[in-house]
């Protein structure tokens, strides 16, 4: 008989964006290491290239799973397997919805038949997770300046708040069209191919630099997805071509191609907002 995933939900006073960015690019500073990881206490846990590694404090490295989709802010799936051989992987998803000025993080834990004692597993989950959730709701309370720190990168301070114009002329935003390469296996799932990790890789990169505003898969044709960056300074389109181009190793290996696309960003939702209310006036 096969078990139920894992379903527990909280609520983080945080938006959605602020939100994935604390649960992903700062997961080594709320994450219980002492209690629950492979090495135990002093050891370190970062996303790295598509992948959750924990490393000793001597250096040893542990992966916990692979990165399988990767949708800020609204979702991420992996694989799971903390101690295990990649082989005898679990999936856990985690999803952030916006719930009125907070946000509603769902953890799903599931494939419990690849555990010796699938009943075991996952009673011991249903222990450990509420804990970890626990730590990262605290963590997201307001007034940390991690949780500043991490609106900031994520862009939840929209471009030109508190101007009438904005300050999108003093950032260079492109687009990126991104769609199967020659390298991509026909017939397969763009996500169930291993290439897509360097893409996802790629992603957390930009997020960790602040540089990624959206990105996802465009649901009329298959294996293409859109990625808006938005590099700080005018006059940075060769810099952010080079990125799309060399630092994303599925597109340098083929596996995607992508189009960069400068975008000129003439209104923000926030200076919008505010020439709406001034028309009414």
Do not use: C, N
Request: cysteine-free.
């Amino acid at each position: 008989m096969t078990l139920p995933p894992i379903h527990r939900e909280i609520l983080v006073d945080a938006p959605p964006d602020v939100a994935f960015a604390l649960f992903t690019s700062k997961i080594g500073d709320w994450w219980p290491v002492a209690e629950l990881s492979v090495f135990g206490a002093g050891a370190t846990v970062a996303f790295e290239d598509g992948a959750l590694v924990e490393r000793s404090p001597d250096g040893q490295a542990a992966e916990w799973g692979q990165v399988t989709s990767w949708l800020p802010p609204g979702e991420f799936s992996m694989t799971w397997h903390p101690g295990r051989d990649t082989l005898a992987a679990s999936q856990v998803t985690v999803t952030f919805r916006a719930a009125g000025d907070q946000t509603l993080v769902v953890l799903e834990h599931a494939g419990w038949d690849v555990f010796a004692d699938p009943a075991a597993a996952r009673a011991e989950y249903e222990h450990g997770w509420p804990e970890v959730l626990r730590l990262y709701q605290a963590y997201t309370a307001p007034g940390r300046s991690e949780t500043s720190e991490a609106s900031e990168a994520s862009g939840a301070g929209e471009p030109g708040e508190g101007s009438e114009g904005g300050d999108a002329d003093e950032a260079t935003w492109v687009a990126l069209l991104h769609r199967a390469g020659p390298a991509a296996e026909p017939g397969v799932s763009i996500f169930a191919q291993p290439q897509f990790r360097e893409h996802v890789g790629f992603l957390q990169r930009m997020a960790s630099q602040g540089y990624l505003v959206a990105a996802g898969p465009l649901p009329d044709e298959d294996g293409a997805g859109m990625t808006i960056l938005r590099l700080p300074g005018a006059g940075q389109l060769a810099e952010a071509t080079r990125l799309a181009t060399e630092d994303d190793a599925s597109v340098a290996s083929g596996f995607f191609t992508v189009t960069v696309r400068p975008w000129q960003v003439m209104l923000t939702g926030s200076a919008l907002d505010g020439w709406e209310l001034r028309s009414r006036r």
